[in-house]
């Protein structure tokens, strides 16, 4: 490592240095933890929360300076829930003990968290666990019990703070390469003698030495502006051209340890920004990671970019998923489900969800999607509805056919949802084999139609033969 490399920050130590000295404004100029769609995401989330669970258990994991439990604690009436938090960094639990006196809280690594399996409802982590590998989230998964739901806001490679924090660690690399501060040091050493009676020409030597690194700055704060790493380019451009004119009027000793401390400031700012960018996820390891969740009996309930209206940049990812094991979905269809059969479940769930935002028939931030019957590998009938409110939902159906859904008022039951929908597409498929419809597209696309017409004639048929297997319905009270 040269003098030049950013520290990484992975050990206890190395966070307790972090949170000793962060300026979390001077991390964020773009808004990061205190920006508006974030605190409307926790707002919203744990309202959901709130109306799913009765007094859930949490664990906000690399809890940092509390951001997720200042949320939770407004979300909540004042009142804070069981709440866990997890920061592998003394200073910041000790810090988070005297804000929040009444969590309980953990020193750990995300990695090896010394806690009991499904022992938590719902675990939380904004811009932390990203920062400990993606399999500490496979980890944190093991701390929830069947139903519980983990909630991240994660950083996004490419997004607005991914860009702000590669832009601040090139200014700061590129004033460190520079020598902009140990030639501030030398200019100020000469020019303190100077005033003491010794040459002056050593000073103005000094001086000159200086005007590169200078010019590097003005090129720095052309480029990005005077905010640039959290105004630390900016403050030493400044607070530099100052005292050099009155150079007279400042003590010699409150200078150069003013320096010295700026440029271990520099380096540990540094550190930060690399960690930040580094620990960013790009868009084919955020699906990966979706994959290896659903591997581990887990529903998606949002997997996506966290998008300002009107700005082309995401600010992060957000992922909120539900565990869904075979056992419990088992419970829920009446049978033994298999591994194999669960996670086919699982998928078709998740794609009547897609296609129901896709479509604008759901448009809540949060959603939940519950099988209800299925015959594994060809049907699976479910119900989508907003996280926080159950008084309505939707009817789904997919596997073999196209998804398709209808709204609770039409059917009580699955097997009257699955005869609604036979009777959908047989009527679908009426109007698509109509000839005098056809008669006024191509021959190309009465082709199509006929084909579409003929397999929804065909599904219908099939699903309605199912609607009338008494058998087939017994698992589900519907017989």
């Not at 590669?166 to 902009?180: C, H, P, V, W, Y």
């Not at 103005?204 to 990005?224: D, N």
Request: one cysteine or more; proline letters at 4%; glycine letters at 6%.
């Amino acid at each position: 490592m040269t003098d030049l490399d950013p520290p990484v920050l992975t050990t206890g130590e190395s966070w307790d240095t972090y949170w000793r000295d962060a300026e979390y404004d001077a991390a964020y100029t773009s808004g990061g933890i205190d920006h508006p769609l974030i605190q409307s995401f926790w707002k919203e989330y744990f309202r959901a929360v709130q109306a799913a669970y009765d007094a859930p258990k949490i664990i906000d994991i690399a809890s940092g300076n509390g951001a997720v439990i200042e949320c939770a604690e407004s979300s909540f009436g004042g009142q804070l829930p069981d709440l866990t938090c997890l920061d592998i960094s003394t200073s910041a639990i000790e810090m988070l003990e005297q804000r929040f006196p009444n969590v309980q809280t953990v020193i750990a690594d995300a990695n090896q968290i010394p806690l009991d399996s499904a022992g938590f409802d719902i675990a939380t982590s904004q811009f932390g666990i990203e920062y400990a590998g993606l399999e500490a989230i496979i980890e944190v998964a093991r701390l929830l019990a069947p139903g519980g739901q983990l909630a991240f806001l994660m950083h996004n490679q490419g997004g607005s703070i991914y860009q702000e924090c590669a832009a601040s660690l090139d200014a700061i690399e590129r004033m460190q390469k520079a020598e902009f501060i140990s030639s501030a040091i030398t200019m100020f050493e000469k020019g303190f003698a100077a005033c003491r009676g010794a040459d002056r020409a050593e000073y103005e030597a000094a001086a000159r030495q200086l005007a590169p690194a200078v010019r590097t700055l003005e090129s720095i704060l052309t480029q990005y502006g005077t905010h640039i790493a959290g105004d630390l380019v900016m403050r030493l451009y400044d607070d530099v051209g100052t005292i050099h004119e009155q150079i007279q009027h400042y003590e010699p000793s409150e200078v150069l340890n003013w320096l010295d401390r700026l440029e271990d400031q520099l380096q540990a700012f540094a550190g930060r920004m690399a960690s930040m960018r580094d620990a960013a996820i790009d868009s084919a390891t955020f699906r990966q990671l979706c994959e290896q969740l659903r591997k581990q009996g887990f529903t998606t309930l949002r997997a996506e970019a966290l998008v300002e209206p009107d700005r082309p940049l995401p600010l992060a990812w957000v992922l909120v998923a539900v565990q869904d094991p075979a056992e419990a979905m088992s419970d829920d269809l009446g049978g033994d489900a298999s591994e194999e059969v669960a996670a086919w479940i699982r998928e078709n769930l998740d794609e009547s969800v897609d296609e129901l935002m896709r479509l604008g028939v759901v448009t809540a931030t949060l959603v939940e999607a519950r099988p209800i019957w299925s015959l594994p590998f060809e049907f699976v009938i479910g119900q989508v509805r907003d996280a926080d409110d159950k008084s309505t939902f939707k009817w789904v159906i997919s596997g073999a056919v196209p998804v398709d859904h209808i709204d609770s008022t039409i059917a009580t039951t699955p097997r009257e949802a699955a005869r609604y929908f036979a009777l959908k597409w047989q009527l679908d498929a009426a109007r698509y084999r109509d000839s005098s419809i056809q008669e006024s597209v191509s021959p190309e696309q009465k082709q199509s139609w006929d084909q579409l017409g003929e397999k929804l004639a065909t599904q219908a048929e099939t699903l309605f033969e199912l609607v009338d297997t008494e058998s087939l319905w017994q698992q589900s009270g519907d017989s």
